[in-house]
T-cell receptor, first 113, second 114 residues
Framework: KQEVTQIPAALSVPEGENLVLNCSFT??????LQWFRQDPGKGLTSLLL?????REQTSGRLNASLDKSSGRSTLYIAASQPGDSATYLC????????????FGKGTLLTVNP | DGGITQSPKYLFRKEGQNVTLSCEQN?????MYWYRQDPGQGLRLIYY???????QKGDIAEGYSVSREKKESFPLTVTSAQKNPTAFYLC?????????????FGPGTRLLVL
């Protein structure tokens, strides 16, 4: 059974700092991996999706990497801003054609002005 | 305006009562999902449906039921058999597009027990 772990559980940084969020998974036979953002009391917004054949994806100040062999993914946020404050969730799709996602518990990020 | 809508935003359930959470999407997606989120926990899959008139149990289906009579709609019923229903419920959908599926989420429904 796939298990997804996110470290740290919470992170507080000053504005402008570069930061890395970590995600690890136990079963390397994943179809793809997704990073989501969740604001308090809201639904999830997809940030980046990395297919199993890819090593990284970039969108603006965000860069996500994937190392299947070691069961790890990182989300790098450059030049953090207070508006980046949210919970970041990592999810693995291990189901192939049935699109099931297994989520980590998330990292609560606070960027202080 | 394309997207996923969930209603109501807040729902109160009395003991022994069944309640139904609505999820509608106009993205023309084949697959739809229901997740439950508890404080400090990740999302857990309750039920999912890959096509109309078909659905499968997820990891925590006990005490819940669903139907998929229309492509756009995937309502979730929380039955009286679910003893701890207080949680944030999220509905999602995805398209079948050569495996590059991103799941799109609705705004969620918070269920509280009176």
């Amino acid at each position: 059974k796939q298990e997804v772990t996110q470290i740290p559980a919470a992170l507080s940084v000053p504005e402008g700092e570069n930061l890395v969020l970590n995600c690890s998974f136990t079963d390397s036979a994943i179809y793809n991996l997704q990073w989501f953002r969740q604001d308090p009391g809201k639904g999830l917004t997809s940030l980046l999706l990395i297919q199993s054949s890819q090593r990284e994806q970039t969108s603006g100040r965000l860069n996500a990497s994937l190392d299947k062999s070691s069961g790890r993914s990182t989300l790098y946020i450059a030049a953090s801003q207070p508006g980046d404050s949210a919970t970041y969730l990592c999810a693995c799709n291990s189901g192939g054609s049935n699109y099931k996602l297994t989520f980590g518990k998330g990292t609560l990020l606070t960027v202080n002005p | 305006d394309g997207g996923i809508t969930q209603s109501p935003k807040y729902l109160f359930r009395k003991e022994g009562q069944n309640v139904t959470l609505s999820c509608e999407q106009n993205l023309n997606h084949d697959a739809m999902y229901w997740y439950r989120q508890d404080p400090g926990q990740g999302l857990r899959l309750i039920y999912y449906s890959q096509i109309v008139n078909d659905f499968q149990k997820g990891d925590i289906a006990e005490g819940y039921s669903v139907s998929r009579e229309k492509k756009e709609s995937f309502p979730l019923t929380v039955t009286s058999a679910q003893k701890n229903p207080t949680a944030f419920y999220l509905c999602a959908s995805s398209a079948k597009s050569q495996g590059r599926e991103t799941q799109y989420f609705g705004p969620g429904t918070r269920l509280l027990v009176l």
